[in-house]
C-alpha cells in the first residue's frame, strides 16, 4: 500500500508540474497601449509691438506680417493687435486690454526686465515670438528698426530688419514688404486647415486607441483580458494530466496481497 501511495503522489505531482508548463506557454493578453508624453503646446505666428513712438511704424508692419496666414498668430484679435502695435485703448475697454497697453510701455529696450515682460506677453498670446520696433532717439527723422525676441529661448534673435524707404509724406506709411518677406521665409509655417490648433480653452483629445470612453484601458486589436483560469490550455493541460495520473494508478493497482515488484531501468 506504501507504493501505491507513492505512485498516486507522483501522479498528482506530475499533473501540477504540466499544468505549470502549459500555463507558461499560453498566449497572454497584450498590455494597454501606453500613451507617449503629451508635447508641450507651441506658439504660432509673430506678434508685432511698438516701443516708444513707433506706433506709426509699427502698425504698418502689422498690417503687412498679419496678412500672412503662415506669420499671423492664430489666436491674436484686431483689438488686441492694435494696443500691441501702440494704440492707446479707450477708456472703457477691457482690463486685458489696459494691462496690455502697461506692460507694452514698461518695456524700454533688450535687458532682463524687458526680456521677462516680452515673455509674458508671448505666453499670454501664445505666440512663437515678438516682433520689437524701435526709433533711434539720437536722429532728427529716425528711420525705425525691427528685431524679434524669440519666446522659447528668451532672447532676442542677432538679426535686424528695417523698412524698404522711408514715406515720402505723411500721408504714405512705411513699407516693410522686405522685411516681411524675409521672416516668411525664416519663420513661416505653411498653414493648413486639417492641423489648426484648437483653442487653448478646449481640453487635448485623448490619443486614438489609449482610452475607452469610459476612460478604461481600450482593447488592442479587439481582444480582451482574461483570467489564466479560463484559458482553454490551462484545463487542457490539467486534463491531460488527470488522465496521465489515472493512468498510472491502474495500472500499477494490483489485487492481490503479494508484494508489488518494480523494475526501474536506468538509461545508459
Do not use: C
Not at 504540466?18 to 497584450?30: I, M, V, Y
Not at 506669420?71 to 492707446?88: F, I, M, S, T
Not at 521672416?183 to 485623448?206: H, W
Not at 491531460?240 to 538509461?267: C, E, K, W, Y
Request: aromatic share 6%.
Amino acid at each position: 500500500m506504501g507504493v501505491r501511495r507513492q505512485l498516486w503522489a507522483a501522479g498528482i505531482l506530475l499533473a501540477t508540474v504540466t499544468a505549470g508548463d502549459a500555463l507558461a506557454e499560453s498566449p497572454k493578453a497584450p498590455s494597454p497601449a501606453v500613451p507617449p508624453p503629451s508635447a508641450q503646446p507651441q506658439g504660432t505666428g509673430l506678434a508685432v509691438l511698438a516701443g516708444r513712438d513707433a506706433a506709426d511704424a509699427a502698425w504698418p508692419l502689422a498690417q503687412q506680417l498679419y496678412a500672412r496666414p503662415s506669420l499671423r498668430p492664430v489666436g491674436l484679435d484686431e483689438p488686441h493687435a492694435r494696443v500691441l502695435a501702440g494704440e492707446d485703448p479707450a477708456a472703457d475697454a477691457p482690463t486685458d486690454l489696459r494691462e496690455l497697453a502697461e506692460t507694452r510701455d514698461a518695456i524700454r529696450g533688450e535687458d532682463a526686465p524687458s526680456r521677462q515682460l516680452l515673455a509674458s506677453i508671448a505666453r499670454q498670446l501664445h505666440v512663437r515670438g515678438v516682433l520689437v520696433v524701435r526709433l533711434p532717439a539720437e536722429t532728427v527723422r529716425p528711420n525705425p528698426t525691427a528685431r524679434i525676441f524669440l519666446a522659447d529661448t528668451g532672447t532676442f534673435d542677432a538679426a535686424s530688419y528695417a523698412p524698404d524707404a522711408s514715406p515720402a509724406g505723411k500721408a504714405e506709411r512705411w513699407n516693410w514688404s522686405g522685411t516681411v518677406g524675409s521672416l516668411d521665409r525664416a519663420y513661416g509655417v505653411p498653414s493648413s486647415p486639417a492641423a489648426a490648433p484648437a483653442p487653448a480653452s478646449r481640453a487635448a483629445a485623448a490619443p486614438l486607441g489609449v482610452t475607452s470612453p469610459a476612460g478604461e484601458p481600450a482593447k488592442r486589436d479587439g481582444g480582451t483580458s482574461r483570467p489564466f483560469y479560463a484559458s482553454p490550455w490551462f484545463w487542457g493541460a490539467i486534463g491531460v494530466a488527470a488522465l496521465g495520473g489515472v493512468g498510472i494508478f491502474f495500472a500499477t493497482r494490483d489485487g492481490s496481497n503479494d508484494t508489488i515488484h518494480l523494475q526501474m531501468q536506468v538509461p545508459r
